[in-house]
DNA sequence: ATAATTTAAGACAAAAAAGTCTTAAATATA
DNA sequence: TATATTTAAGACTTTTTTGTCTTAAATTAT
């Protein structure tokens, strides 16, 4: 019973938007984004690794090091963290799992949920980290622990 | 990697759509739809078990017993499925995962995602078994496995 | 009554997701 | 060079989801 998307992803998501609100040209450790963000260490680096390997995030090894985003936050939109870490389907996917379902093969919710989608994907492929990162404090603060 | 829903609540909808479809006023057995839909027999029964404890479904035992909507299928609608399976958050719940997220305590999705949000639960709120299942055809079918 | 059919309930198993830990590799600084 | 810091990689554990099976209960038909 999660939401609509994975910890993996949320969490992803979370840590993504923070490290572009702090706007700091240097490398962040992912123990303190894990301990801002309350969320496990161990699981936050796999999870960012994730980032790396699909070149959203930068990282480097040791002292000062840490991880960074890969391009200005401007340039990074919200579907590229969610296909790294959801995969293509949440995005793309029959809403009744069907691989058959498209256009010359509808199942009965197709045209409904083709809506949907589409607005799931206009507005994570138009919002980029930087205007997150730009929102009302209030906004950002409640993605760091001290807000819970 | 799934889609947007779990197997669980994609299994519901389809056999929901499935008996709505087959406008039959006595039970169909569980072993009949999963045949017809592709789906573990045994899996079925327990979806369509949550489903007759929701009141969405009856259930009846014994030979010619089975499974048949509670209601009739213009007043059964998906969203009640979707809470019934996949819980409320699913439909209720912050895109970050956030549990303080709301209205005085936004994220920084938080408007973005209650446009989509509002979407889903309109479509999914007012669509209706019977909407489906008087649907071309077509798009019946493509819910059984012969199309797969 | 007896046997056959069908869902209910609960135990069980397998797979996937989530989370933890250890060791290795890279890097910086003393 | 030695030490400390930090991510990478992979093993490992726990929890949840998914799927299977068995037995019980309800019901029908013989």
Known sequence: MSGIFSNK?????RAAVYIAALKKDQFVSIRSVAEALDISF???TKVLQTLT??????SYR???GGISLSRPASEIHLNEIVIALEG???LEGCVLG?????GENPCPLHNRWMDIREEINQMLG???LQ????????KLENIIKSAG
């Not at 069907?98 to 498209?102: D, Q, S």
Request: glycine content about 8%; charged content about 15%.
């Open 9 to 13: 992803c949320e969490y992803g998501l």
């Open 42 to 44: 161990y699981f936050l």
């Open 53 to 58: 390997q699909a070149n959203i995030m930068n």
């Open 62 to 64: 040791g002292p000062n």
């Open 88 to 90: 293509r389907r949440s």
């Open 98 to 102: 069907l691989p058959e379902c498209g």
């Open 126 to 128: 138009s919002t980029t």
């Open 131 to 138: 205007e997150l990162a730009d929102q009302n404090p209030v």
